[in-house]
């Protein structure tokens, strides 16, 4: 089975697909056991198993369908008018190539995308068949995550979705004004319809009500599968692990303003469980787009920071910036920068705080406020306490007090700050894609 | 005098000597009989026999006082197979008999620290392992894994294994400590092994592994280089049994 052919593809559309940053095997628990002679789990936290030499972590067989693509997207590589060699998987390459990779514990699922063959029902329909191949005749209980085409019929999004754990669509440019111009074939619509129609069906299932489903014809004279699986385990059928999106950062100029209102939408009014971005990596030489030295990382990781802050530190996105500027301070992080201009909410005591305001401190993070409501119910907390704790305390010292007194030799006044926290250029290692925080939150809970 | 507690290796051993060292002013140490070293004319040795009665009073105590996740990390804990777990364990449980509950909130109390430390040491490597263990598929399609974690491993991620690849035979050897767990297709044992399935890898298998492998090199965004990320990531001492690089420093 294994061949040149199968390498050769397998280099192409895996290459191909290495642009999105979506790595997340996450939100599903399955029991592997719950079905004879099926192989793979799945575990609610994701599982990382590699990284590659860029640092980005490999969870699941990410490939495309096929690079063959109808569209001229000018960011894209796979664009039609770009010289690349095309190549297209066949359904039942991709399935053996998973089921081979996941056996061996490579990965944890896999991870579908396509570019657009012929026509986006064409694609999904071709998609579709790989999943079914897979979940019915190679009985695999592991992860999925697949991209719904736009503009697909809602027929093949449904069928993908009963066979997928996760579903996204890519949004890609954050604007219309950017759509129209660097990919005229998509429209804002069909990205649109196509994600609301998922979250749609995924409330659906949440509530037991049936909303859209009754609608529907089975797709393409077929009967609708109810799910791939029996038993207790799929007892919510429609993309169980929910949906995420893509946007593209720096290939255009819109604001991080802009891409975080975006995004607080997303995750408040679609109910998204991931937004990712991703740098744009010069891909061609159309005038429409920025040369730039190297890709925007920093960029990329200051709205990976404001986003988390968005999603789990109760901030809003109006918050995280100044007046003046559209776009987040790349001398240090959100958090520190919020913090520097609402000065007047500090110093927080740490223990008197309530959990809410500790975790506004900039270097507190979820695990460090939890650690300190739990300790200072047995006793006051000084620093000595606190780094002995295991609370870092390098960003939070210039911003707390412990029984009423400021760290030593700190300085309470903006430009203090300002300069020692800006002082640390040291290179840091690049936020990845990883699901950090349920990793965390996972070993915390002590359970294997 | 320093009276060391010496037990037999398993986790209710330990447990026995914490049970019947309670009271002792003059514990000095409690070690596995592997551990046990020269003793100087200071040393009282107490050899104890292992009592599954007396070790599953404390286990259920543990679990009533301060619930199941304290329970799992005592037993992490002695999986790490920390020289002084003995002790860090029964200073634990001294401590939670004195607060009861409240132990798990005196984070920065020594004794809590060093199981919370250890414990969390272990869990993290037992997270890695789900992602890092690398099977190839041996002769009688029997899947292969050899592992060299830090810790004692075997008994919780066996489990694990056991419900993602029910389908099928595999052995997961744990060339650290000679040992293995096997499962046959419905159970696992965990046994002393000696084995080794690698003798002649088939054609298939090592293609699987080079199409891994160029997989990872073709998913590399170039402009984004980042070895240090990748390295903290996947920590030099994990390479060695992980197919990827592997191969890559074979060749």
Known sequence: MPNNELLRKLNILGAAAKYDASCASSGVDRRGSSKQGALGNSVACGICHSFTPDGRCVSLLKVLQSNDCVYDCKYCVNRRTNDVERATFTPREIATLTYEFYRRNYIEGLFLSSAVIMSPDNTMEIMCETLRLLRQEFSFYGYIHVKAIPGADPLLIEKAGRLADRMSVNIELPSEASLTRLAPQKKKNSIFNSMRYISGRIEEDKSGKLLLRDNLPAPLGETMPKSYGTGSSFSRTFVPGGQSTQLIVGATDDTDHDILTLTENLYNKMQLKRVYYSAYVPAGKDPRLPTLAEPPLLKENRLYHAAWLLRLYGFQSSELFDKNSPNLNLRYDPKCDWAVRNLDLFPVEVNKADYDTLLRIPGIGTISARKIVSARKVGSLGFEELKEMGVVLKRAQYFITCRGKMMPHIKFDTKFIDANLSLDKRAKPIFSNCEKLSLLDYINGGDY | ?251
């Open chain 2, 1 to 251: 005098m320093l009276n060391i507690y010496i037990y037999d290796g398993t986790y209710h051993g330990l447990l026995t000597c914490c049970f019947d060292a309670w009271k002792d002013k003059d514990i000095y140490s409690i070690r596995s009989k592997e551990e046990n070293k020269s003793v100087n004319l200071l040393e009282n040795v107490v050899y104890v026999e292992t009592d599954n009665e007396k070790a599953e009073r404390i286990i259920k105590w543990v679990g009533k006082e301060a619930g199941y996740e304290v329970q799992r990390k005592l037993y992490r804990v002695f999986l790490t197979e920390h020289p002084d777990r003995g002790m860090y364990i029964l200073r634990y449980l001294k401590l939670l008999d004195k607060l009861g509950r409240n132990v798990e909130n005196h984070l920065y109390d020594d004794d809590v620290r060093n199981i919370n430390k250890l414990s969390r040491m272990h869990a993290s490597e037992t997270h890695r392992l789900y992602g890092f263990v690398r099977f190839e598929v041996a002769g009688n399609n029997i899947l292969y894994a050899r592992i060299e974690p830090d810790f004692n491993q075997l008994e919780v991620i066996a489990p694990y294994f056991a419900d993602r690849y029910n389908s099928h035979l595999w052995i997961i050897h744990d060339l650290a400590r000679n040992m293995a767990a096997i499962f046959n297709g419905s159970e696992y044992i965990i046994t002393e092994y000696h084995g080794n399935m690698l003798d002649n890898e088939s054609r298939t298998e090592i293609s699987f592994q080079k199409m891994w492998i160029e997989y990872l090199n073709a998913l590399t965004i170039k402009e984004r280089l980042n070895l240090d990320l990748q390295k903290q990531k996947v920590p030099l001492k994990t390479r060695k049994h992980l197919t990827e690089f592997k191969l890559k420093s074979k060749n």
